[in-house]
Nanobody
Framework: QVTLVESGGGLVQPGGRLRLSCVIS????????MAWYRQAPGKSRELVAN??????????SYAGFVNGRFTMSRDSAKTTYFLQMNSLQPEDTAVYYC?????????WGQGTQVTVSS
């Protein structure tokens, strides 16, 4: 009952930047948690950033490897979540996924490829 669609991935050079988007179609479902994950080939999916969605919630949290380079945000209607990624490095290469928890279940997006290479 919740559909997530990511976009914005691509090929960038080390030190470059990308902004990922996650568009939400929720119908009547109430979403209370959003997160960004990533997964490199042959490795486990790992958490990148996450946040509660209610007004007045704490700011998003980030994995240690982010080191201040990424920012999670949303539009005013809460229909799209973003991940601004700066100072990208080759080790950031992965498929990035949007994830939600809502009353009644969880949902994953299809993923968007980020490749950092010279």
């Amino acid at each position: 009952q919740v559909t997530l669609v990511e976009s914005g991935g691509g090929l960038v050079q080390p030190g470059g930047r990308l902004r990922l988007s996650c568009v939400i179609s929720s119908g009547a479902a109430e979403i209370y948690y959003m997160a960004w994950y990533r997964q490199a080939p042959g490795k486990s999916r790992e958490l990148v950033a996450n946040t509660m969605t209610h007004d007045g919630a704490e700011p998003p949290s980030y994995a240690g490897f982010v080191n201040g380079r990424f920012t999670m945000s949303r539009d005013s209607a809460k229909t799209t979540y973003f991940l601004q990624m700066n100072s990208l490095q080759p080790e950031d290469t992965a498929v990035y996924y949007c994830y939600s928890q809502y009353v009644g279940g969880v949902a994953w997006g299809q993923g968007t490829q980020v490749t950092v290479s010279s």
